[in-house]
């Protein structure tokens, strides 16, 4: 439009037609236009064209820093957010409209829910392994989101408003908000100074023991001093509410002793030991599911390859109206891989289709693969793996690190596991073609994971995978190819005026030759005294 408002400075050239007579007005109003245009200078069309790229420029960096922090378009959200209810794409009256928002609501309800973050049922010792990671490394593992979430979490389950009356406890009580980490170790061997306190020793295991066996044995103190709190707690629980939340918080206390030592157990290789101690833990406190204490169970059974009891864990705990995990879903997928993954072969099942256990396989993969699309890039290792968060976001990206960081060895001790993973698991994705707007057998893809995952996870030096895929937005493309293209023009036509108006009256004439010919047919069809009147009008 530029280049046509430079080719307009020219003298305006009438073409007589015998048949036409154009009044004086038509005349008066082409020669003041061309009288304004002729004076203006080559210098003014490069200013403008100079000005439109400029603008075009900052239009392109605020689309892409609000796509780079929102994952959308600010134009787009604008026209469909504002511009659309006003031209009549929304009906609000309609009743199959209300339908629909209450099912939208109901969605957007379980989004929220399924982003929940949860606590990792795997996850690390500071001292002893995060810790080390950054003596090694110099780089941070943990986030400070995540730090927080288990400051958080340390004080819900080891804490209660009882904790002033025993000095140890009120120390301790102040230490789980400590930011500082020595801080909190010096609040425990200060607590520890008092009297014995199993919460003082836990923190001891958890962040300044620097190996496994050293965080065994404090381990073990703990567990000495928290069977005694629990005990005396037990027999005096019903004597009031104070009381009762005190038992509640030794319960919390020995259940998560009783884990980290089954921890211990696993990592120091003493793994059936480790296996009785959890199955132990589960029949004594079967209502304490916060903990998801069946996830290390299941990666214990795999470890001695013990599959049927695996199978019977799944079948307890992969029940329609209980939470998912990665865990359940891709555990359940390998027991079915294992089945036919020695002989499989994608040449042999193209010839002659897949049988029945073989379809069964590829569906469990597929559920899995629906439930959480992040974890097979971490298996097949097309992604490099980091520790996993202390946090994780189910159906996420750090659920999907957490997952793989335990079970690749399990995946890669089935022979063919992982090659028949590798050739379906991008069929899913052909089931779901619109994952944040309908699934398959899961819940519509949450679109809070990103954000979420970003938060849990160290971006300094990992890339957070995000699924579906962002595309950039037409917007941001349109504007970075009218920048691009505007500045050029500007450039030419600051360095070559008169040969650019040549290119442009060429241009010019080329798109206007059939709009010229039908102009001319029109003249020759109509009237001359209608064509006289219309051009007076």
């Not at 108006?501 to 010229?516: E, I, Y």
Request: charged fraction near 20%.
């Amino acid at each position: 439009m530029l280049f046509l408002a430079y080719v307009l400075r020219i003298p305006f050239r009438y073409t007589d037609n015998p048949r036409a007579a154009p009044g004086p007005a038509m005349f008066g109003t082409e020669s003041s236009l061309s009288m304004f245009l002729n004076t203006l200078t080559p210098k003014f069309y490069v200013a403008l064209t100079g000005t439109s790229s400029l603008i075009s420029g900052l239009i392109l960096i605020f689309e892409w820093w609000y796509f780079r922090k929102y994952g959308t378009s600010f134009i787009e959200q604008v026209s469909v957010s504002h511009l659309r209810p006003l031209l009549g794409g929304v009906d609000n009256s309609s009743p199959n409209n209300s339908n629909t928002s209450n099912g939208d609501a109901d969605t957007n309800r379980q989004s929220v829910s399924e982003c929940k973050v949860w606590r990792n049922p795997l996850n690390l010792f500071r001292g002893a392994e995060y810790n080390r990671y950054t003596w090694v490394t110099g780089r941070e593992p943990l986030t400070y989101y995540d730090m927080n979430l288990s400051a958080q979490d340390h004080q819900t389950f080891f804490t209660c408003d009882s904790d002033h009356i025993r000095p140890a406890d009120a120390i301790m009580q102040k230490a789980w908000r400590e930011r500082n980490p020595q801080a909190r170790i010096s609040a425990a061997h200060e607590a520890l100074e008092l009297e014995d306190c199993a919460t003082a020793y836990i923190l001891l295991a958890e962040e300044e023991a620097t190996t496994i066996v050293e965080a065994e044995k404090l381990f073990k103190q703990a567990l000495k001093v928290g069977e005694g709190c629990y005990r005396r707690s037990q027999q005096l629980q019903h004597h009031g509410s104070q009381y009762e939340a005190q038992h509640r918080r030794d319960t919390n206390v020995l259940v998560y002793i009783k884990r980290r030592l089954a921890m211990c157990s696993r990592k120091l290789g003493r793994t059936k030991e480790a296996v009785k101690m959890m199955r132990d833990l589960m029949k004594e406190f079967p209502l304490l599911s916060m903990f998801n204490i069946h996830e290390n169970l299941l990666e214990s059974l795999l470890e001695l390859q013990n599959y049927a009891d695996v199978q019977a864990v799944l079948a307890k705990y992969d029940d329609i109206s209980l939470p998912k995990s990665a865990t359940i879903c891709y555990t359940a997928a390998l027991l079915k891989a294992r089945a036919v993954s020695d002989k499989f072969s994608p040449e042999a099942a193209s010839r002659r289709g897949l049988s029945t256990a073989e379809m069964n396989a590829v569906e469990a993969i597929h559920r899995a693969v629906e439930f959480n699309p992040h974890v097979p890039k971490y298996l097949l290792e097309m992604k490099s793996l980091i520790l996993p968060p202390e946090h994780i976001l189910k159906r996420g990206d750090s659920e999907a690190i957490a997952y793989a960081f335990f079970h690749l060895q399990h995946w890669k001790r089935v022979e063919g596991a992982l090659n028949l993973l590798h050739c379906t698991w991008e069929g899913t994705f052909r089931m779901i073609p619109y994952p944040l707007e309908k699934g398959h057998l899961f819940y519509p893809y949450p679109i809070c994971t990103e954000t979420a995952d970003r938060e849990l996870l160290p971006t300094v030096f990992h890339e957070v995978s995000v699924y579906p895929k962002k595309e950039l937005p037409f917007f941001i493309l349109f504007t970075a190819g009218l920048c691009s293209f505007t500045a050029m023009l500007a450039l030419l036509t600051h360095q070559f005026p008169e040969l650019m108006g040549v290119f442009a009256k060429a241009f010019l004439s080329t798109l206007f030759a059939p709009l010229n010919f039908i102009m001319d047919k029109v003249e020759s069809i109509l009237p001359s005294g209608l064509w006289h009147q219309l051009t007076r009008i």
